[in-house]
Nanobody, 123 residues
Framework: VLLVESGGGLVQAGASLRLSCAAS????????MAWFRQAPGKEREFVGT????????IYATSVKGRFTISRDNSKNTVYLQMNSLKPEDTAVYYC?????????????????WGQGTQVTVSS
């Protein structure tokens, strides 16, 4: 199974982008899907995670109120709607999947990863 992200790009500060993450197999299931990001020279950072059963989500403080995670279980796809983008949001964004019982905020809790999509926000 592969996770494939799309939707990244170059935008100006204040703009919006929507990232998508689709599983390559329709039979793929997971209990949680998450988004992380990694800027050059920095560690991979938690952005948000969603419980696939009911849509309950947790967000990093830095994006709360600006970013929203949603999922379409029928399409095995999770989305990251990013509004009011800031230059500090510039990073490669990764989606990840987990079958853990509890929503986790650390990369080690997720065992399937996408290849990443670049988001660049200019000032």
């Amino acid at each position: 199974v592969l996770l494939v992200e799309s939707g990244g790009g170059l935008v100006q500060a204040g703009a919006s982008l929507r990232l998508s993450c689709a599983a390559s197999e329709r039979t793929f299931t997971s209990t949680a899907m998450a988004w992380f990001r990694q800027a050059p020279g920095k560690e991979r950072e938690f952005v948000g995670t969603v419980r696939t059963s009911d849509g309950y989500a947790i967000y990093a403080t830095s994006v709360k109120g600006r970013f929203t995670i949603s999922r379409d279980n029928s399409k095995n796809t999770v989305y990251l709607q990013m509004n009011s983008l800031k230059p500090e949001d510039t990073a490669v964004y990764y989606c990840a999947a987990s079958n853990g019982v509890v929503l986790r905020l650390t990369p080690t809790a997720y065992d399937l990863w996408g290849q990443g999509t670049q988001v660049t926000v200019s000032s």
